[in-house]
């Protein structure tokens, strides 16, 4: 069984500070995404990386992707409120045709 | 296309009660995923559809649990007998894409079941 562990579950910080989220394990990942939900909604697709050591970024957005493709991060710069959200990683396995593994998500809230 | 859409967004059910969900994925995408998710937690994969053959279930997809995707269009997702631990946010989505190559995944609103 895969198993994505994501840290920290729990993220509260100021406006225009910055962070970082983690997304691990131990099995290797074909492509792993990263979602942003608002709570009542379905998550939606922020990005996919699929090349192992792959650096996305998206505005004030930067998504990594580990050389071994196990792990992955998500780093925001000078966090807005309009941030706050759960965000989620997924990992897409070597064998499933898309099926999804998805970490457990990290509550950020960003505070005025 | 608007999406992919489910019905109904919220669900309240009397425990022993059937339901069923239905999700209509957008239109050029030939698979479509049932996850759930509770409180707190990441959704967890329950069923896989490549166009209208279900190709994978999960073991948290018990017996009482059923999904179609008739014609591979819309699909359903039946749970009869429902148990207030049933209760979730039961997500669908929907991609396009053969074999490992996966494009446009793609979630709905999700249906929010309450069993009391």
């Known amino acids: 069984t895969q198993l994505l562990e994501q840290s920290p579950q729990f993220l509260s910080i100021q406006e225009g500070e910055n962070l970082t989220v983690y997304c691990n394990s131990s099995?290797?990942?074909?492509?792993l995404q990263w979602y942003r939900q608002e709570p009542g909604e379905g998550p939606v697709l922020l990005v996919t990386?699929?090349?192992?050591?792959e650096v996305k970024k998206l505005k004030r957005l930067t998504f990594q992707f580990g050389d071994a493709r196990k792990d992955s991060s998500l780093h925001i710069t000078a966090a807005q409120t309009g941030d706050t959200g759960l965000y989620l990683c997924a990992g897409v396995g070597g064998t499933s045709y898309g099926k999804l593994t998805f970490g457990q998500g990290t509550i950020l809230t960003v505070h005025p | 296309d608007t999406g992919v859409s489910q019905d109904p967004r919220h669900k309240i059910t009397k425990r022993g009660q059937n339901v069923t969900f239905r999700c209509d994925p957008i239109s050029e995408h030939n698979r479509l995923y049932w996850y759930r998710q509770t409180l707190g937690q990441g959704p967890e994969f329950l069923t896989y559809?490549?166009?209208?053959?279900?190709?994978?279930k999960s073991r948290l997809l018990s017996d009482r649990f059923s999904a179609e995707r008739p014609k591979g269009s819309f699909s359903t997702l039946e749970i009869q007998r429902t148990e207030q631990g049933d209760s979730a946010m039961y997500l669908c989505?929907?991609?396009?894409?053969?074999?490992?190559?996966?494009?446009?995944?793609?979630f709905g609103s999700g249906t929010r079941l309450t069993v009391v």
């Open positions: 989505a929907s991609s396009s894409g053969g074999g490992r190559a996966n494009y446009g995944y793609t």
């Open positions: 990386v699929v090349t192992g050591g």
């Open positions: 559809f490549q166009n209208e053959a279900q190709l994978e």
């Open positions: 099995s290797v990942f074909s492509s």
